[in-house]
């Protein structure tokens, strides 16, 4: 097997996952209130993680109604493919995600996925078996979010690894600064074009396993080639 001094860090809801997990949660089983928050927080007044406990409190739902509501929600179907050629040449991956620890390994458990290491908020059931709240094991002094990515893509910096981040959103946007290199999706795409930072734009992981043996090769990470391929179309 091949030896590669990468690791990948990469998103869950909206990246891996078809459709972001906790907003398909809200829109079925949240009480008045959840969207609130949410403007709140888009608009910057509070901090991922507020915005996140105050949502999980919203949340009116038996582990039975997540479990079955779970099982309706997809992933990438190439990121399998992706997760497989990662292994073959040697790369650690971590599943980096503001979004909640149980619904990534139920999810992931459908597809045989459920050996990746997931760095994620925890979602605690309650005395009432309908409501739940929200703990947040990764979040880091000075970060308002629910997982400091940061600070996950700094401790493979200090073991002497290269990162590349896939990623889709906002929680992205302060790791992908810190990132080697970037694959990003949606929103992630305009902040690293108007940030410099190097990165490729994908739809999905087909196109991420057709760029990974370029990036292995170390073909993607001059700036030249970066502003060739980031401005196409």
């Given at each position: 097997m091949a030896v590669s001094n990468w690791t990948v860090l990469?998103?869950?809801d909206g990246t891996i996952s078809v459709e972001d997990v906790i907003d398909s949660l809200l829109v079925r089983f949240g009480e008045p209130g959840w969207e609130t928050l949410e403007r709140d927080w888009r608009a910057g007044r509070i901090g991922s993680r507020e915005c996140?406990?105050?949502?999980?409190?919203?949340?009116?739902?038996?582990?039975d109604q997540l479990d079955a509501h779970l099982a309706e929600l997809w992933i990438d179907p190439a990121f399998?493919?992706?997760?497989?050629?990662?292994?073959?040449?040697?790369?650690?991956?971590r599943v980096v995600s503001d979004g909640l620890d149980y619904a990534i390994?139920?999810?992931?458990a459908r597809f045989g996925m459920d050996d990746l290491d997931v760095v994620a908020n925890a979602l605690q059931p309650t005395?009432?078996?309908?409501?739940?709240?929200?703990?947040?094991?990764?979040?880091?002094?000075g970060c308002a979010s629910g997982t400091c990515k940061c600070a996950v893509a700094r401790m493979a910096r200090e073991q002497g690894r290269k990162t590349l981040l896939i990623g889709d959103g906002v929680s992205d946007f302060c790791v992908a600064d810190r990132a080697d290199f970037v694959f990003a999706k949606h929103r992630l795409i305009e902040h690293c074009r108007a940030a410099g930072i190097p990165y490729v734009p994908i739809t999905g992981f087909a196109e991420a396993l057709e760029w990974l043996p370029r990036l292995l090769r170390g073909d993607l990470e001059s700036i030249t080639e970066y502003l060739e391929i980031s401005h196409v179309g």
């Amino acid at each position: 097997m091949a030896v590669s001094n990468w690791t990948v860090l990469c998103d869950f809801d909206g990246t891996i996952s078809v459709e972001d997990v906790i907003d398909s949660l809200l829109v079925r089983f949240g009480e008045p209130g959840w969207e609130t928050l949410e403007r709140d927080w888009r608009a910057g007044r509070i901090g991922s993680r507020e915005c996140m406990q105050g949502q999980t409190r919203l949340l009116q739902m038996s582990r039975d109604q997540l479990d079955a509501h779970l099982a309706e929600l997809w992933i990438d179907p190439a990121f399998p493919a992706f997760h497989a050629a990662l292994r073959a040449q040697g790369i650690p991956i971590r599943v980096v995600s503001d979004g909640l620890d149980y619904a990534i390994h139920n999810i992931l458990a459908r597809f045989g996925m459920d050996d990746l290491d997931v760095v994620a908020n925890a979602l605690q059931p309650t005395a009432d078996p309908k409501h739940w709240w929200l703990e947040s094991p990764f979040s880091a002094e000075g970060c308002a979010s629910g997982t400091c990515k940061c600070a996950v893509a700094r401790m493979a910096r200090e073991q002497g690894r290269k990162t590349l981040l896939i990623g889709d959103g906002v929680s992205d946007f302060c790791v992908a600064d810190r990132a080697d290199f970037v694959f990003a999706k949606h929103r992630l795409i305009e902040h690293c074009r108007a940030a410099g930072i190097p990165y490729v734009p994908i739809t999905g992981f087909a196109e991420a396993l057709e760029w990974l043996p370029r990036l292995l090769r170390g073909d993607l990470e001059s700036i030249t080639e970066y502003l060739e391929i980031s401005h196409v179309g």
